[in-house]
């Protein structure tokens, strides 16, 4: 089993609905998880960071945590074709090392 | 203002042929890491320092170094570069203690071997 899994993709979605994306980690002592937005040939770009249970809200981007389960998503909203990147799903744990899952490509058509 | 710098962007080097890339901060983290990442694939961690403490990932090549001569820079040394070894080589730092925070990633150098 990988450290951290993502749902494969890719995903296409219309331009203003909603894509969800999804991770699963296997380390229970995790306390950090991160999505990064990744655009061909860049370096990857914090999108958003949570360490609690719940949703937590930025803009259009909504991060869920579920410890108990082990799983992470990130929803965005109102999708643009600007948004059209590699979303990879991150965690740390107390070594202070982050792992990546192997992303997820998100395309949103116009 | 740039934050974590990698030099340089692009690098071609020939088979065999020792390279090193390079990465500075002006974040003063206590966290440097370096990642490979080949097309299509996720970032893979080579190694980290946690301050002067090296951490190799167990399946690191040997033919990959490091080195932190101080808290704002850190080298990638490639000793005997193969055509596989061709790859964004991302560097990227963190402030470990307390609350962990989300690693920041310099621009990445690409590396071709020919």
């Known amino acids: 089993q990988k450290e951290v899994e993502q749902n494969s993709g890719p995903l296409s979605v219309p331009e203003g609905a909603i894509a969800s994306l999804n991770c699963t980690y296997s380390?229970?002592?995790?306390?950090?998880f991160f999505w990064y937005r990744q655009y061909s040939g860049k370096s990857p770009e914090l999108i958003m960071s949570?360490?609690?249970?719940g949703d937590k809200e930025d803009g259009r981007f909504t991060a869920q945590l579920n410890k108990a389960s082990q799983y992470v998503s990130l929803l965005i909203r109102d999708s643009q074709p600007s948004d059209s990147a590699t979303y990879l799903c991150a965690v740390n744990t107390n070594a202070g090392k982050s792992t990546f899952g192997d992303g997820t490509t998100l395309t949103v058509k116009p | 203002d740039a934050m974590v710098i990698q030099n340089p962007r692009y690098q071609v080097t020939q088979f065999g042929k020792p390279v090193t890339l390079s990465c500075s901060q002006t974040?003063?983290?206590?966290?440097m890491y370096w990642y490979q990442q080949k097309s299509s694939q996720a970032p893979k961690l080579l190694f980290h320092y946690y301050d002067k403490d090296f951490n190799n990932e167990a399946d690191t090549p040997d033919n990959f170094q490091s080195r932190r001569p101080n808290t704002s820079f850190c080298f990638l040394d490639i000793r005997s570069p193969g055509l596989g070894d061709a790859a964004m080589y991302l560097c990227?730092?963190?402030?470990?203690?307390?609350?962990?925070?989300?690693?920041?990633f310099g621009q990445g150098t690409r590396l071709t071997v020919v």
């Open positions: 974040l003063n983290h206590n966290v």
């Open positions: 949570i360490y609690s249970n």
């Open positions: 380390d229970r002592v995790s306390q950090s």
């Open positions: 990227a730092t963190s402030r470990v203690g307390g609350q962990f925070t989300e690693a920041f």
